[in-house]
């Protein structure tokens, strides 16, 4: 089942390597200072959401959400308190952990589109029993929407940045993996992604497109590209395959690439 009603907000994975620079040293916990002494009745409290953008709960759908202001909550492991908290003069997510009646800062991350507003969501990816964020961003003109992941690593006590994907897009628990499909647009080639989970990050293991092979889209020519990554120490993909795409063989390949 697709996964698109769930979740969440930001760009496109070809800008990921771009997207914390610079982050602001300044925090914003005006509020979250306040419900201080609210903390400790919550985390006796059998209740997840404390708060969800001025809510005592979070939205049925990501239809009904508003743009992300602060969720605070056990939405991680249903045990410990963390909070979002978004700056939209900065375009910044903080994201705190309350910890001895104090929040405690564990990451920060900077939105490329400063336009951008912000829908989150929270499931288990890896079938860990800990939730993972997901920040995703609304439609676009094509319907499209972008996820980025957000991991809480307790060795490093920090939330941290493990990758993102695009539109079309199914959680497989079981075997720790993400299957992406993009289909493209007039302008954009189709693509197809795994990811599979490695040190905390979602690492592409294989990726297929049909790019045009020309301008005029009357046409519709195509080439096949197939790649690989050779390696799950880092997000390397290899081209294996560059052909014409004609012929029973790479169309079996498009239609059957996740199951292959």
């Given at each position: 089942?697709?996964?698109?009603?769930?979740?969440?907000?930001?760009?496109?994975?070809?800008?990921?390597?771009s997207?914390?620079?610079?982050?602001?040293?300044?925090?914003?916990?005006?509020?979250?200072?306040?419900?201080?002494?609210?903390?400790?009745?919550?985390?006796?409290?059998t209740?997840?959401?404390?708060?969800?953008?001025?809510?005592?709960?979070?939205?049925?759908?990501?239809?009904?959400?508003?743009p992300?202001?602060?969720?605070?909550?056990?939405?991680?492991?249903?045990?410990?308190?963390?909070?979002?908290?978004?700056?939209?003069?900065?375009?910044?997510?903080?994201?705190?952990?309350?910890?001895?009646?104090?929040?405690?800062?564990?990451?920060?991350?900077?939105?490329?589109?400063?336009?951008?507003?912000?829908?989150?969501?929270?499931?288990?990816?890896?079938?860990?029993?800990?939730?993972?964020?997901?920040?995703?961003?609304?439609?676009?003109?094509?319907?499209?929407?972008?996820?980025?992941?957000?991991?809480?690593?307790?060795?490093?006590?920090?939330?941290?940045?493990?990758?993102?994907?695009?539109?079309?897009?199914?959680?497989?628990?079981?075997?720790?993996?993400?299957?992406?499909?993009?289909?493209?647009?007039?302008?954009?080639?189709?693509?197809?992604?795994?990811?599979?989970w490695?040190?905390?990050?979602?690492?592409?293991?294989k990726?297929?497109?049909?790019?045009?092979?020309?301008?005029?889209?009357?046409?519709?020519?195509?080439?096949?590209?197939?790649?690989?990554?050779?390696?799950?120490d880092?997000?390397?993909?290899?081209?294996?395959?560059?052909?014409?795409?004609?012929?029973?063989?790479?169309?079996?390949?498009?239609?059957?690439?996740?199951?292959?």
């Open positions: 089942m697709k996964n698109i009603s769930i979740f969440i907000i930001l760009f496109f994975f070809i800008c990921c390597t997207k914390n620079k610079d982050i602001a040293e300044t925090d914003n916990t005006s509020y979250l200072d306040g419900i201080i002494p609210l903390m400790d009745a919550f985390a006796k409290d209740s997840t959401i404390f708060v969800w953008n001025g809510n005592k709960s979070k939205p049925i759908s990501h239809y009904e959400d508003d992300l202001t602060h969720i605070v909550g056990k939405f991680i492991d249903g045990t410990q308190i963390f909070a979002l908290d978004y700056a939209p003069t900065d375009t910044l997510i903080n994201f705190y952990r309350f910890e001895q009646n104090k929040w405690k800062r564990v990451g920060s991350y900077r939105a490329i589109e400063d336009s951008m507003t912000f829908l989150v969501g929270f499931i288990d990816m890896d079938n860990d029993t800990k939730n993972e964020i997901i920040v995703r961003t609304p439609p676009n003109m094509n319907g499209n929407t972008w996820q980025d992941v957000f991991r809480y690593s307790a060795d490093n006590d920090s939330i941290e940045y493990a990758g993102n994907f695009s539109t079309d897009y199914e959680i497989r628990k079981d075997n720790k993996t993400v299957e992406e499909t993009y289909e493209g647009s007039w302008y954009m080639t189709p693509t197809k992604t795994l990811y599979q490695h040190n905390n990050k979602l690492i592409r293991i990726h297929i497109e049909l790019e045009l092979a020309d301008s005029d889209i009357s046409k519709d020519d195509r080439i096949f590209r197939y790649y690989e990554n050779p390696t799950l880092k997000d390397t993909l290899i081209l294996k395959i560059e052909v014409p795409y004609t012929g029973r063989k790479y169309e079996d390949m498009w239609k059957n690439f996740f199951s292959n």
